[in-house]
T-cell receptor, first 118, second 111 residues
Framework: GAVVSQHPSRVICKSGTSVKIECRSLDFQATTMFWYRQFPKQSLMLMAT?????????EQGVEKDKFLINHASLTLSTLTVTSAHPEDSSFYICSAKSGTSGAYNEQFFGPGTRLTVL | AQSVTQLDSQVPVFEEAPVELRCNYS??????LFWYVQYPNQGLQLLLK??????LVKGINGFEAEFNKSQTSFHLRKPSVHISDTAEYFC?????????FGKGTMLLVSP
């Protein structure tokens, strides 16, 4: 149980285009989903936290107009990279958890999406 | 604010040797501690976690970690590593719902 999928696993796009990445919790309802970004040989940096039905909370320094996050249902969150540029190339990982705010609930991670912007 | 320090960016070790990956944290409140493993181009897999109770935590794949509150450490150990343990290992702290990761330690196991 507790499987999180991401689609696509890899995407290559041209500079200036937009790319959408999906994150799905396959066997549980995710009240909260997280989006991380990982540069080569570096750690995961939290970009934003999204709760189902409400606006995402972005970390300092993350452009909310560039990285659009939608958490429309308890099993799906999407990250759209708008007007992508080569510096947006990275490994994007989502995670999901269920349960009430403030209590510990394990985050389950997706397999990641490799974005390459040419 | 919470932070995690993994002092070793890379740890080379021979197969069947013991290994310890170090992790220190700082936090102003009680924390939950985690170790994750990441294989190339994959997401993170939870190895083990400390929430409360016994300070020695056993995880998957023969790994274990010990929570030391006085030293604010949560070092990961395995008595005998395999080639397949070659991967990136991340220590993380949660207060309680947001995870903060260390920079990672690459474990390189050679024959």
């Amino acid at each position: 149980g507790a499987v999180v999928s991401q689609h696509p696993s890899r995407v290559i796009c041209k500079s200036g285009t937009s790319v959408k990445i999906e994150c799905r919790s396959l066997d549980f309802q995710a009240t909260t989903m997280f989006w991380y970004r990982q540069f080569p040989k570096q750690s995961l940096m939290l970009m934003a936290t999204s709760n189902e039905g409400s606006k995402a909370t972005y970390e300092q320094g993350v452009e909310k107009d560039k990285f659009l996050i939608n958490h429309a249902s308890l099993t799906l969150s999407t990250l759209t990279v708008t007007s992508a540029h080569p510096e947006d190339s990275s490994f994007y990982i989502c995670s999901a958890k269920s349960g009430t705010s403030g209590a510990y609930n394990e985050q389950f991670f997706g397999p990641g999406t490799r974005l390459t912007v040419l | 604010a919470q932070s995690v320090t993994q002092l070793d960016s890379q740890v080379p070790v021979f197969e069947e040797a013991p290994v310890e990956l170090r992790c220190n944290y700082s936090s102003s409140v009680s924390v939950y501690l985690f170790w994750y493993v990441q294989y190339p181009n994959q997401g993170l897999q939870l190895l083990l976690k400390y929430l409360s109770g016994s300070t020695l935590v056993k995880g998957i794949n023969g790994f274990e970690a010990e929570f030391n509150k006085s030293q604010t450490s949560f070092h990961l150990r395995k008595p005998s590593v395999h080639i397949s343990d070659t991967a990136e290992y991340f220590c993380a702290v949660s207060e309680p719902s947001t995870l903060t990761f260390g920079k990672g330690t690459m474990l390189l196991v050679s024959p």
